[in-house]
């Protein structure tokens, strides 16, 4: 059983602080891995993807990813009230190109 | 870039009525499109995923004669979901991707609502 494990919160941070999101995944094989933001009653839109190990940084958003731990992070900086979501974090399949494995998503609320 | 959008946006139906909902990719060629289904406070759930003139792929548990998908172009595909009933009520997005990269683009979304 493929799983991808997402703490579904709340996570509540101050504006302008930085959020942490963490990610763990089962399939050794996933080589592609993806942060999704949901607003509520919304369709997910793509943030970042990550093939590698190590940081990847865009804008206010750092992705982290650690194969060997099978862990995949996001951090948002200087959190803005705009950043109230839902965060995806979405794992490739190994044996089937391009399906994905979503997690349950964490919930951000960026307080004033 | 990479732009899909969904047709309709939101429709309300009588119960045992079909009702279809087009996806389509608007600036690259779809190879692969995804069908997810989302119920209120839940995750997303991939209901099948179709290639571009073949047949769809159903997770377990959906009714592929229930939820008719249809991925003639490289631009479009449809889902249908016959005989409509209220518990088929929930929030339908579709994705896409190319076969060139291994990202999937999502659409808006169809909100369906059965009486």
């Known amino acids: 059983q493929k799983e991808v494990e997402q703490n579904s919160g709340p996570l509540s941070v101050p504006e302008g602080a930085i959020a942490s999101l963490n990610c763990t995944y089962s399939?050794?094989?996933?080589?592609?891995f993806f942060w999704y933001r949901q607003y509520s009653g919304k369709s997910p839109e793509l943030i970042m993807s990550?093939?590698?190990?190590g940081d990847k940084e865009d804008g206010r958003f750092t992705a982290q990813l650690n194969k060997a731990s099978q862990y995949v992070s996001l951090l948002i900086r200087d959190s803005q009230p705009s950043d109230s979501a839902t965060y995806l974090c979405?794992?490739?399949?190994?044996?089937?190109?391009?399906?994905?494995?979503f997690g349950a998503g964490t919930q951000v609320v960026v307080t004033p | 870039g990479a732009v899909v959008s969904q047709h309709p946006s939101w429709v309300i139906c009588k119960s045992g009525t079909s009702v279809k909902i087009e996806c389509r990719s608007l600036?690259?060629?779809?190879?692969?499109m995804f069908w997810y289904r989302q119920f209120p406070k839940q995750s997303l759930m991939l209901m099948a995923t179709?290639?571009?003139?073949?047949?769809?792929?159903?997770e377990q548990g959906v009714e592929k004669d229930k939820f008719l998908i249809n991925h003639a172009s490289l631009t479009l595909s449809t889902l249908t979901v016959t005989s409509a009933h209220p518990e088929d009520s929930s929030f339908y997005i579709c994705s896409a991707s190319s076969n060139s990269q291994e990202t999937q683009y999502f659409g808006p979304g169809t909100r369906l609502l059965v009486l």
């Open positions: 179709s290639n571009e003139g073949s047949k769809a792929t159903y």
């Open positions: 399939d050794r094989g996933s080589q592609s």
């Open positions: 600036d690259f060629q779809a190879t692969t």
């Open positions: 990550i093939y590698s190990n």
């Open positions: 979405a794992v490739s399949e190994a044996d089937s190109w391009g399906k994905f494995q």
